[in-house]
């Protein structure tokens, strides 16, 4: 697919298509390729993890739209982005609270930086999927039913892929970072879990912890080989 010149990659030349809206009534979006979905990328889900949505519009940005095949959300936490936490604006941790069989209600914590406790608190949500954002998005994958989706994260540096596919083979060797079967915690609730109990392919591209444009050096370049030859 033919790129944009540099240029002109200060914009995204076409209007997304809303898929829901978040706690606080801003638009969840989807950029879609033509043709079938054969990859699903989104970022975002974490709002302490802005780099990934950086990461990903940069480059979808280099496209004159969509590649066929792909589909492409920004920011699966807009809320959480614009407030810098990593929950929604109800304080629920998303990633905790997708319909998985080992989704469980209470709290969740997690890490400010890598070197703190596991000790800032955050809800796993009333119910599964009590969260609208959540709700979208599994409304988006019935319909869109991607081959495979790639959700970005950071900071722990590997891809994780449950499965070992050929697509997470293809990511650690492109990226160097290790690929791992597992984070090496319980995750119960979260996107990967339940894509796996749907049978659905799931490889979360974890970035590394590193400075923002030595992040865009490294990994744009793999997004936007992803992005217009998902190979699944």
Not at 115 to 142: C, F, K, M, Q, Y
Not at 199 to 225: C, N, Q, S
Request: aromatic fraction near 6%.
């Amino acid at each position: 697919m033919t790129r944009r010149p540099r240029s002109d990659w200060g914009t995204i030349p076409v209007v997304p298509r809303e898929y829901g809206r978040s706690v606080l009534g801003l638009p969840l979006e989807v950029w879609r390729g033509a043709g079938d979905c054969a990859l699903l990328v989104f970022a975002g889900i974490h709002g302490e993890e802005p780099e990934t949505t950086y990461a990903l519009s940069r480059a979808l940005r280099q496209f004159p739209a969509p590649p066929p095949h792909t589909a492409v959300v920004l920011a699966a936490n807009p809320d959480g982005l614009i407030r810098g936490t990593r929950g929604n604006a109800n304080g629920v941790d998303l990633n905790r609270n997708f319909p998985s069989v080992d989704w469980r209600s209470g709290e969740v914590t997690h890490r400010s930086t890598l070197g703190d406790p596991s000790d800032v608190r955050l809800s796993t949500g009333a119910h599964p999927a009590s969260e609208p954002e959540v709700r979208g998005l599994l409304t988006l994958i019935d319909e869109l039913a991607p081959r495979a989706v790639v959700a970005l994260h950071a900071p722990l540096a590997c891809i994780d892929d449950a499965n070992a596919s050929a697509l997470g083979h293809r990511l650690a060797t492109r990226t160097g970072m290790p690929l791992v079967r597992d984070v090496g915690y319980p995750t119960p609730g979260s996107f990967g879990s339940w894509g796996s109990d749907r049978g659905i392919p799931v490889v979360t591209y974890e970035f590394p912890l590193a400075a923002t444009e030595t992040l865009m050096r490294d990994h744009v370049p793999v997004l936007v080989e992803l992005l217009q030859d998902p190979g699944v």
